[in-house]
């Protein structure tokens, strides 16, 4: 079955860094994401990755993808208090464009 | 990337009424989706949307309690209909931009009392 699954809060000091984790079921899947959610927001999409790669940066974010274990990570480096938000891991498995999501990650950042 | 709009914003309703939810993308965009994000829950899809056919819908949702309609390139309509406590929600529509990347609107919050 389609199962994404994240720990639920994470919480940091700004200027540290950041890492959220995410762990999937359907080793079918083209693409991984990762959105952005800020209070009485939409989702915004950070960044993805394509399945046939381990890794991706993309300025203060980095994807690692380990396909065997089926476990996607985001590091954000010297996080920001305006890096406060939930975080949601999704892919996408190849069924005519469908999104699953994980639970969400609440980052929060103390000054 | 695509600008995506929705309207409205939010809206307090009263149960047993209908609401009709309105999203606008500035480019033609094949395929859209609407999704709901119960309260502090993750994002799950209703039904996909694509122009010029009948909206496909997930194991749970049905075209009754949410028709969608689908009449151009650019706009798609979700209503959520006879509307209970348990719609209390918010309602996202998502475009597919080319075949790696998926934009969300907004969102629109609702309310049923």
């Known amino acids: 079955g389609e199962d994404v699954e994240q720990s639920l809060f994470l919480s940091v000091r700004e200027g540290d860094s950041s890492v959220i984790n995410c762990t999937y079921t359907d080793s079918s899947s083209t693409y991984l994401y990762w959105y952005k959610q800020e209070p009485g927001a939409g989702l915004q999409l950070l960044t993805y990755?394509?399945?046939?790669?381990d890794m991706k940066q993309d300025q203060r974010l980095t994807v690692l993808l380990n396909k065997k274990d089926k476990h996607l990570s985001l590091r954000i480096a010297d996080t920001q208090t305006g890096d406060s938000a939930i975080y949601f891991c999704?892919?996408?498995?190849?069924?005519?464009?469908?999104?699953?999501f994980g639970q969400g990650t609440e980052l929060s950042v103390k000054p | 990337s695509a600008v995506i709009s929705q309207k409205p914003s939010r809206d307090i309703c009263q149960r047993g009424t209908s609401l009709t939810i309105q999203c606008q993308v500035d480019s033609q965009v094949t395929m859209m989706f609407w999704y709901r994000q119960q309260p502090g829950q993750s994002l799950t899809l209703i039904a996909t949307a694509n122009q010029g056919s009948e909206a496909t819908y997930e194991s749970g949702f049905v075209i009754d309690k949410f028709p969608i309609s689908r009449p151009n390139l650019t706009f798609s309509t979700l209503t959520v209909s006879n509307m209970s406590p348990e719609d209390s929600s918010i309602y996202l529509c998502?475009?597919?931009?080319?075949?790696?990347?998926?934009?969300f609107g907004p969102g629109t919050r609702l309310l049923v009392l």
């Open positions: 999704a892919e996408n498995n190849n069924q005519g464009g469908k999104l699953i």
């Open positions: 990755i394509f399945s046939n790669m």
């Open positions: 998502s475009v597919e931009f080319d075949r790696e990347t998926q934009y």
